[in-house]
C-alpha cells in the first residue's frame, strides 16, 4: 500500500510558477513509475508528465517547455515544477504511483488556480 499527499497547489498569476510535491509512504517508492495528472473543471482527468524508476520523464505537448517533474527517491517525494503558467492550466492537479495495474495509487489532489 502506497499513500500519496500533494502539496504546493495555491493561487499564481499568469506568467508565475508554482513547485507542487507529491510525498509517499512505503519503502518501495524507487520502483514505481510516478506521474501527475490533472483535472480542470467539466473536463475529463488528463496526463500531464511522468518518470519512471529509472529517471526518464515524458510530458504532455501542453506542458512541454514549461513544466519539470523530478523525483528525490532518498525523500519518497515527486515534484512537478510548473513555470509560465496559464489559466488554461488550472485544475486538481493529482500525484499517481503505478507499478502494475494492481499496483496503481492516488494522491487527493491540489488545487492551482492561475488568475489575475
Known amino acids: 500500500q502506497v499513500q500519496l499527499v500533494e502539496s504546493g497547489g495555491g493561487l499564481v498569476q499568469p506568467g508565475g510558477s508554482l513547485r507542487l510535491s507529491c510525498a509517499a509512504s512505503?519503502?518501495?517508492?524507487?520502483?514505481?513509475?510516478m506521474s501527475w495528472y490533472r483535472q480542470a473543471p467539466g473536463k475529463q482527468r488528463e496526463w500531464v508528465a511522468g518518470?519512471?524508476?529509472?529517471?526518464?520523464?515524458n510530458y504532455a505537448d501542453s506542458v512541454k517547455g514549461r513544466f519539470t517533474i523530478s523525483r528525490d527517491n532518498a525523500k519518497n517525494t515527486v515534484y512537478l515544477e510548473m513555470n509560465s503558467l496559464t489559466p488554461e492550466d488550472t485544475a486538481v492537479y493529482y500525484c499517481?504511483?503505478?507499478?502494475?495495474?494492481?499496483?496503481?495509487?492516488w494522491g487527493q489532489g491540489t488545487q492551482v488556480t492561475v488568475s489575475s
Open positions: 512505503g519503502s518501495f517508492f524507487r520502483i514505481y513509475t
Open positions: 499517481n504511483a503505478l507499478l502494475r495495474p494492481q499496483f496503481e495509487y
Open positions: 518518470i519512471s524508476s529509472g529517471g526518464t520523464t
